[in-house]
């Protein structure tokens, strides 16, 4: 049974770097994309970015310029990092486990999710 | 960015119902097209993809429907458990977007 734990600092301050990480367990960690979807409290969900286990990765044009996204196999972890947070930036963060085939992209499995606020 | 507009925002209906909910896409996605059921505090749950296929597990009072830019997901008889938000999302163009969400409530 494949779970995802994320982890990360809930609490940050305006200009601040967003640190998320995702573990994966009981499942293989080859051959699927990992993505992070966010969703501010209250409202709809927002698809940030993923990155494939051999590395490549694709973001969303809206936050591209301030997102980094990295794997490390070794550990089975994938992690998101977003620079000069600002109070848009508060949401639930929830990592995925993504089958993707031509232009299917099934999100099966999913993290806990974490609440990141942003305040001054 | 394709936009995705779901209808109703909300429902309200009685366990037993037949509950019907749309999608319509800004451009044609062909048909990928996905539907998440979301519970509060809980991640989404993936119901259906490519419009109609049943992910694994879900019931088969779920369905789908839809091609092009106009799609739908079916409830057949409602059940209690089944009280939440539903997204779609459409996978065809990046970036990815999803509908703003349907919330079913109870009668």
């Known amino acids: 049974q494949v779970q995802l734990q994320q982890w990360g600092a809930g609490l940050l301050k305006p200009s601040e770097t967003l640190s998320l990480t995702c573990g994966v367990y009981?499942?293989?960690?080859?051959?699927?994309?990992w993505s992070w979807i966010r969703q501010p409290p209250g409202k709809g969900l927002e698809w940030i970015a993923e990155?494939?286990?051999?590395?490549?990765?694709y973001y969303n044009p809206s936050l591209k310029s301030r997102v980094t996204m990295s794997v490390d196999t070794s550990r089975n972890q994938f992690s998101l990092n977003l620079n000069s947070v600002t109070d848009a930036d508060t949401a639930v963060y929830y990592c995925?486990?993504?089958?993707?085939?031509?232009?299917?992209?099934?999100?099966?499995?999913w993290g806990q999710g974490i609440l990141v606020t942003v305040s001054s | 960015d394709m936009q995705m507009t779901q209808s109703p925002s909300s429902l309200s209906a009685s366990v037993g119902d037949r509950v019907t909910i749309s999608c319509r896409a800004s451009?044609?996605?062909?048909?990928?097209v996905n539907w998440y059921q979301q519970k509060p505090g809980k991640a989404p749950n993936l119901l259906i993809y490519?419009?109609?296929t049943l992910q694994s597990g879900v019931p088969s009072r779920f369905s789908g429907s839809g091609s092009g830019t106009d799609f739908t997901l079916t409830i057949s008889s409602l059940q209690p458990e089944d009280f939440a938000t539903y997204y779609c999302?459409?996978?065809?163009?990046?970036?990815?977007?999803f509908g703003g969400g349907t919330r079913v409530e109870i009668k």
């Open positions: 995925a486990r993504v089958r993707r085939r031509a232009f299917d992209w099934l999100a099966d499995h």
């Open positions: 009981g499942g293989s960690f080859s051959g699927y994309y």
């Open positions: 990155i494939h286990h051999s590395g490549n990765t």
């Open positions: 451009q044609t996605v062909s048909n990928y």
């Open positions: 490519t419009a109609s």
């Open positions: 999302q459409q996978t065809y163009s990046s970036p990815l977007t």
